[in-house]
């Protein structure tokens, strides 16, 4: 295992029902599980970063630029940069993202 992406990371608390732990990272990649309580949102916002969500558990809405997109376990989506997104947890649920390149403020 490099240096880079030693282990284990800390749980972090983003929100109100969030948490995010970076299970690797590279300065190429990184990739991320954030859990979702019921009803927890994942606020708004954009990053340069391109990032693909996976849903390993529960059931999202998305919110990507002007659309709605419903995931389920098993569903994934492809970020691009620089576009506004977010999600609410319509049942509890974990997120794996990865993001290229790393989110350097994740660390």
Known sequence: MSPESTQPYKVVS??????????????????????????????????????????????????LGDEEHELRSGDSLIIPGNTLHGCKALKAGVLIDTFTPRREDFL
Do not use: C, N
């Not at 949102?41 to 529960?58: K, L, N």
């Open 14 to 63: 983003t929100g109100k029902g969030v948490s995010r732990q970076v299970l690797s990272q590279t300065k190429e990649m990184m990739t991320v599980a954030f859990r979702f309580e019921a009803g927890a949102i994942g606020e708004r916002h954009s990053h340069p970063h391109v990032q693909s969500t996976y849903v390993q558990d529960g059931h999202f809405l998305f919110y």
